[in-house]
């Protein structure tokens, strides 16, 4: 009973779920059937739709049409406001403000620019040519304002404030206190740091102004006008700095003129002039120079080249005067003072002046230090050639140094002040050993200073002044080597080698002149030391003849030689101890031997004049070049 009653509420539920589906498919026809009339409808509404969406978008398309038309119109209007800004700060002129005159310039250039891009507008190149007009307006005006600024602040610097500028070493008062008298040696001066203070040739705050008016000329393409402003009224103001220190132009001529002293003092004065003109007025126009036209390098080179060419070109003509004109050996010093001088600027010329547009002024730096030391090593064998050939004929009358030798010494002491510079020089001929060159020019020399004094040793009529002569130079020669550094350079050998001549010397000197006094001293067959007795072998009448003979040698010696001098104070000593240690034993001897024959006869004073101690003390007149009498050698 239980199962069939299941089975009919089961084909209830399948008969009801049958029934609910066929009403859903009835709904779902019925549904396919309205969309699909809404879908005939839709396409009816959007074909009647189409012209009115047409012309919704046509009326868009316009409207953004004017809106770019109105913002075309605004652009050029506002680029007409700019335009007529910018006419009424030029015409007011850059005095004001320079500026704002300044951008301008740029915005009227702007402007072109502009219109020159809109052809199609009508006006355009009205607009444009009027702009240009402007332009050319300014740029003269901009080129009047960078002559005046150029102008109204390019002064010459006066000779004190460059002296301030240079390291105190360097300053004129610093030279005058160290006696300097012009020389100046570098390679002194290479172990204190020297510094340079660049003079202020141009305000600093005018600097950029003067810039910012050079770029507008350029981009104008006014370089000419730019560059004749720049270089006229630069190099004038150089020029007339360099007037105001004391440089000049000179020929050579001109230079062959001048008395000694004065060319002497004139070099003196280059030599500072050359460094003040380099390192601070021609260093300093490089300065401004680049800064003025930074970022337009050809007309930056042309610039300086042509402010400082003249004045360079002025500067080495009194140079290339004085290398050429007639060689005599006081000039080797100057000469080599101006050689440093160019040889220590070379590295700064080198630096200034290495454009293209500047190989002259290099090339004529590098020319006049070639030709200083040609004409100092020239002017060098003239020297040694003129010390050889010295035709002095007045023999100096007490026998010391003569002046040829104290010249030619002082004159090889002062060249081993320059020994790094003639190292230096012989380089430039000569690549072998610069200090065997100084060695073999130095042995020269004195040498040639012997020869000389054997020919005016000659002069002398009294051999033994010829000897003492002859001692005295040699002597001061080998005094004054070995107290200098001619002495590294000749070496000991050299020294040992001249005082033996010395000696020698000295020692004929006391044959020649002593000889003859001794002899009346000696005894023929036997000598005044002698002994036993001998005494009979001479007559009293001898005896006298010979102290006779003896107080009249001795008293002219001593008349002539007192005159003569040795002017080493050691030298004399010893020449005078030399002719005592022979002398005075001998004539003790003679006196003690003989004196007795004539003490006990009469008037022995008459023979017997001196003692042993007048003679020492008259023997210490001698050499001492007393007031000299016309007397004859």
């Known amino acids: 009973m239980g199962i069939p009653q299941a089975m009919v509420a089961l084909h209830e539920r399948a008969t009801f779920v049958k029934d609910s589906l066929h009403k859903s498919q009835t709904i779902t026809d019925n549904m396919v059937s309205i969309l699909g009339s809404f879908d005939h409808r839709l396409s009816a509404l959007e074909t009647a739709m189409r012209p009115t969406q047409i012309k919704t978008h046509s009326i868009r398309s316009a409207h953004d049409n004017i809106d770019k038309t109105l913002k075309a119109a605004e652009v ?10 910018a006419e009424a700060k030029i015409l007011r002129g850059p005095h004001e403000d320079l500026e704002s005159y300044l951008e301008a310039v740029d915005q009227l250039r702007s402007n072109v620019r502009f219109f020159s891009s809109k052809k199609s507008f009508k006006s355009s190149d009205g607009i444009i040519n009027h702009a240009n007009s ?3 307006k300014a740029i003269l005006k901009l080129e009047d304002e960078f002559k005046h600024l150029l102008t109204n ?3 010459p610097v006066e000779p004190d404030r460059l002296f301030d500028c240079l390291p105190n070493s360097l300053r004129p008062s610093a030279q005058q206190n160290a006696g300097g008298g012009g020389k100046n040696h570098p ?8 510094t340079f203070t660049l003079p202020t040739l141009i305000p600093p705050r005018v600097i950029p102004l003067l810039h910012e ?3 507008q000329m350029v981009q104008a393409g006014h370089q000419q006008q730019l560059f004749r402003i720049y270089t006229d009224t630069r190099a004038a103001v150089l020029e007339t700095s360099l007037r105001k220190l004391g440089v000049e132009r000179l020929s050579k001529d001109d230079v062959q003129k001048m008395q000694w002293e004065v060319l002497e003092a004139k070099i003196g004065n280059w030599i500072h002039y050359m460094r003040i003109a380099i390192k601070l007025l021609i260093v300093g126009e490089k300065k401004i120079c680049d800064q003025i036209f ?3 390098d050809s007309v930056k080179t042309q610039c300086f080249a042509e402010v400082t060419g003249s004045s360079v070109a002025m500067l080495l003509s009194f140079g290339e005067a004085v290398a050429r004109s007639k060689r005599s050996p006081e000039k080797l010093f100057v000469l080599l003072d101006m050689y440093e001088i160019m040889r220590e600027l070379q590295p700064e010329i080198g630096i200034l002046f290495d454009s293209k547009v500047c190989a002259e002024m290099r090339e004529a730096a590098i020319n006049l230090t070639k030709r200083l030391a040609q004409t100092a090593q020239e002017t060098f064998g003239d020297f040694e050639e003129a010390v050889e050939k010295d035709a002095t004929k007045t023999a100096v009358q007490d026998g010391t140094v003569h002046p040829l030798t104290s010249y030619v010494i002082n004159y090889v002491k002062f060249l081993y002040d320059y020994q790094a510079t003639l190292k230096q020089l012989f380089q430039e001929f000569d690549p072998a050993d610069p200090e065997s060159q100084l060695a073999s020019v130095t042995t020269r020399i004195m040498q040639a200073l012997q020869n000389n004094l054997d020919g005016k040793s000659k002069l002398y009529k009294d051999p033994g002044l010829t000897q003492l002569f002859l001692m005295n130079n040699i002597h001061y020669i080998v005094r004054s080597v070995r107290r200098s550094e001619a002495k590294d350079m000749l070496g000991d050998d050299w020294v040992q080698i001249h005082r033996r001549i010395v000696q020698q010397h000295a020692n004929q000197y006391k044959r020649i002149s002593w000889a003859k006094i001794l002899q009346c001293l000696t005894v023929q067959g036997g000598n005044s030391s002698g002994g036993g007795d001998s005494n009979s072998n001479i007559s009293r009448s001898s005896v006298k003849e010979r102290f006779k003979t003896f107080n009249t040698q001795f008293e002219e010696l001593h008349q002539r030689q007192s005159q003569w001098t040795v002017p080493d104070s050691e030298l004399r000593e010893s020449l005078r101890l030399a002719v005592a240690e022979v002398l005075l034993p001998a ?14 006869g009469k008037n022995p004073q008459k023979y017997i004049r001196y003692s042993p101690e007048n003679l020492e003390q008259m023997l210490g007149e001698f050499f001492e070049s007393k007031a000299w009498s016309e007397q004859k050698r």
């Open 76 to 85: 050029i209007l506002g680029q007409f406001d700019q335009t007529r800004k």
């Open 134 to 136: 402007l332009l050319a």
């Open 153 to 155: 602040y390019s002064k």
């Open 187 to 194: 390679e002194k001066q290479s172990v204190e740091t020297v």
């Open 213 to 215: 008016l050079a770029l």
């Open 294 to 296: 930074e970022g337009h």
């Open 587 to 600: 004539y003790r001897s003679f006196l003690k031997r003989f004196g007795p024959m004539i003490e006990n």
